[in-house]
Structure formats: structure tokens, C-alpha cells
T-cell receptor
Framework: GQNIDQPTEMTATEGAIVQINCTYQTSGFNGLFWYQQHAGEAPTFLSY??LDGLEEKGRFSSFLSRSKGYSYLLLKELQMKDSASYLCAPMDSNYQLIWGAGTKLIIKP | GAVVSQHPSWVICKSGTSVKIECRSLDFQATTMFWYRQFPKQSLMLMATSNEGSKATYEQGVEKDKFLINHASLTLSTLTVTSAHPEDSSFYICSARLAGGVETQYFGPGTRLLVL
């Protein structure tokens, strides 16, 4: 089967760094996406990794290890507005995104 | 770039009526659009994949006669919830995929449907 494993909830402090881990199993693999979803809103695209390694985009970085079925999203210099759910979504051989429940990140002052 | 709009953003209707939701890619052509449903505190659930000019592909358990999808152009897909019932109340979100290149899905802002 296909599945995604992310922590349900994480808490971090404003200004700090947090790493959200994701392990996945899919039928085939065509890259992995990270999306941010604020409560009551639709997801917004953050990053895409298809090759192993780290992709940096401002305060956010995403890492992928295909052999380990593992990815993480690293958020630096946390701001209150980063409080949201973060969705790890690998793409399977049919180019379908596989969605889990995501990680709810709570930022405290 | 890659902006997707959805209309309406909110719908309240009586049980038994039909509701039409539009999804538009504003600044790009989308050969493929997706329709999702999300219940509170649950993950996104793919309902169907819509390809321009062809019939939509529905996920298992999604009634195609209840959720009518039309993808008439490269920038517009519509979802019609026919004879809506209270259990259809949910957050409906569309996404559009850029033609060619990375398979990124860009999401519309979503439509909240409340069926009384």
C-alpha cells in the first residue's frame, strides 16, 4: 500500500528552527512536494524534490533521500504566521499525489 | 504566476438543490485539474482527476452521477454537486497542474459548502 508518516503535531518557539520529518511508501516515485495549509484555507505550494539532497528556498529548505523513503522540511527563523499544517505529498508512478493528515505546527512567542 | 481561482468561496443551500463550483487557472493553461474534498481535521481526499476535453476519472467510492465534472477548456473546470444533502457539506478544493514541466499542483482557495 501507499502511506505517509508525519508527526501529528509539533510546537516550536518564534525565531527558532524546526524540522518536520516525513517517511513514505509509494508505488513508484516521481518526486515529493511540501505544502503549507493554514486552518480553513487551501494548501499552498512550498517545495518540490525529485533528486536526493537539499533544496533551499529562503527560510524553508526541503531534503529528500529516495533510498530511505525520507524527507524533511526545515523552517528557520520561525514567525507566528508559520503556524499551520505542513503536508508531505509524494507523487506515485501515476503522477498522483498521496496525501496524509500533515503535521500541525504551533509557534509560541 | 500559477494562480488558481475558485468560485464561489461559500455556498449555503437547501437539501436537494444542485451546486456548481468553478475552478479557473488564471495565468496558465492546465491540461489537468483535480477536485478534492476535505472534512475538518482530515487529510485531503482526491475525488476526481479532470483532463481537458475528456471524461473525468473518479476515485473509488466517489459517485460520478452525483459529482459532475466538466473540463471544457484549458483554464476552466466545474464541479456540480447534484441533489446535495447535509453529508455533502465539506470544503471542496480544486487544483490545477501546469502543462509540461514539473508536476506541481496549484490550489484554488477552496469552496465551503453547507447543505441545510
Amino acid at each position: 500500500g501507499q502511506n505517509i508518516d508525519q508527526p501529528t503535531e509539533m510546537t516550536a518557539t518564534e525565531g527558532a528552527i524546526v524540522q518536520i520529518n516525513c517517511t513514505y511508501q509509494t508505488s513508484g516515485f516521481n518526486g515529493l512536494f511540501w505544502y503549507q495549509q493554514h486552518a480553513g484555507e487551501a494548501p499552498t505550494f512550498l517545495s518540490y524534490n525529485v533528486l536526493d539532497g537539499l533544496e533551499e528556498k529562503g527560510r524553508f529548505s526541503s531534503f529528500l533521500s529516495r533510498s530511505k523513503g525520507y524527507s524533511y522540511l526545515l523552517l528557520k527563523e520561525l514567525q507566528m504566521k508559520d503556524s499551520a499544517s505542513y503536508l508531505c505529498a509524494p507523487m506515485d508512478s501515476n503522477y498522483q499525489l498521496i496525501w496524509g493528515a500533515g503535521t500541525k505546527l504551533i509557534i509560541k512567542p | 504566476g500559477a494562480v488558481v481561482s475558485q468560485h464561489p468561496s461559500w455556498v449555503i443551500c437547501k437539501s436537494g438543490t444542485s451546486v456548481k463550483i468553478e475552478c479557473r487557472s488564471l495565468d496558465f493553461q492546465a491540461t489537468t485539474m483535480f477536485w478534492y474534498r476535505q472534512f475538518p481535521k482530515q487529510s485531503l481526499m482526491l475525488m476526481a482527476t479532470s483532463n481537458e476535453g475528456s471524461k473525468a476519472t473518479y476515485e473509488q467510492g466517489v459517485e460520478k452521477d452525483k459529482f459532475l465534472i466538466n473540463h471544457a477548456s484549458l483554464t476552466l473546470s466545474t464541479l456540480t454537486v447534484t441533489s446535495a444533502h447535509p453529508e455533502d457539506s465539506s470544503f471542496y478544493i480544486c487544483s490545477a497542474r501546469l502543462a509540461g514541466g514539473v508536476e506541481t499542483q496549484y490550489f484554488g482557495p477552496g469552496t465551503r459548502l453547507l447543505v441545510l
